[in-house]
């Protein structure tokens, strides 16, 4: 309880710094017991209910007995009695778990605070909410993100990049080659790269993040992600993106050979139906696909 207030204190006051965040962030994480000591001590830091609660009692007991109760008895029963109603209200400021789908899994799921979080197939989130802020890591795959507003900032991290936001819909997809796409369906957001470059993000823009280095791409022309509806559509890819969009709705491990990995590919593709797509691919494109047992290869034809 002792450090619970300490940290109750720090984060009332405006000098916060990263060093004291990830601290905080640590020992937030360590176990339950703390979690429930700062959601009890910061809920009555920023609510009258300890002055109310103390209030009624000094007046109810006179009434009962004819005379004032002791300060140190009405005290720790306000703090009792604030704690045990403010702790529930208290409960959606926290949120601390890993998000994670298999392969041909997606996934969709309400965080503590009222967002929205759809992930794609083979893909891992981190997400951690607390008092001090909302944030969030996408270390594989692809999310689509329905921020809502409650006053605290909401940060993604996603390899290259990072993206601030309040209360808005946007959607990362973190590719494996460091590449990293971020597409604006509401509201606005801020794009900072890697070297702290920054660009401002309005309804309908579309940004890639690549070596340090932010550039704007085709702005959208759909209310959401194509993933969404288990589609790839683009105007000038590389085959190997194709095949990590499809990598993630197929039962098995998709492989491609570098050589044939940079080829330029335009058009729509139905991600959401693998088989289909490497029968199209291997047709149109010039490449040879090899199913195995556990997993479906493409490369060169040997011609």
């Not at 929205?116 to 270390?139: D, F, Y």
């Not at 460091?178 to 309908?204: C, F, I, W």
């Not at 589609?231 to 499809?246: I, N, R």
Request: aromatic share 6%.
């Amino acid at each position: 309880m002792a450090d619970a207030a300490a940290w109750v204190d720090w984060c009332s006051r405006p000098e916060a710094n990263d060093d004291r965040a990830a601290a905080f962030e640590r020992w937030m994480g360590e176990n339950e017991a703390h979690r429930r000591a700062f959601a009890d001590l910061a809920a009555l830091w920023r609510s009258d209910a300890l002055g109310e609660a103390a209030a009624d009692i000094a007046m109810a007991a006179p009434r009962r007995s004819g005379r004032s109760l002791p300060w140190r008895f009405v005290i720790p029963s306000a703090v009792a009695a604030a704690c045990g109603v403010l702790a529930v209200l208290f409960t959606p400021w926290m949120d601390h778990r890993t998000l994670e789908t298999g392969r041909a899994q997606p996934r969709e799921v309400e965080l503590a605070d009222g967002s929205v979080v759809r992930l794609s197939g083979a893909s891992r989130l981190i997400v951690r909410q607390s008092p001090m802020g909302r944030t969030a890591t996408l270390e594989r795959g692809e999310a689509f993100f329905d921020v809502r507003h409650d006053g605290r900032s909401f940060a993604v991290g996603a390899g290259e990049g990072r993206v601030m936001v309040m209360g808005t819909a946007f959607n990362i997809d973190r590719l494996s080659s460091g590449r990293t796409e971020v597409a604006l369906y509401r509201g606005a957001v801020q794009v900072r790269s890697r070297s702290n470059e920054k660009m401002d993000l309005h309804p309908g823009d579309r940004v890639i993040l690549e070596q340090g280095r932010i550039r704007r791409d085709a702005s959208l022309r759909v209310a959401q992600p194509d993933w969404m509806g288990g589609w790839f559509d683009t105007h000038d890819a590389s085959l190997g993106q194709l095949v990590e969009e499809m990598d993630r709705f197929s039962a098995k491990p998709i492989s491609i050979d570098p050589a044939v990995r940079r080829m330029r590919i335009s058009g729509r593709f139905q991600v959401g139906e693998p088989r289909s797509v490497l029968t199209l691919i291997e047709a149109a494109y010039g490449v040879r696909v090899v199913e195995e047992k556990d997993r479906i290869r493409i490369e060169p034809h040997k011609s």
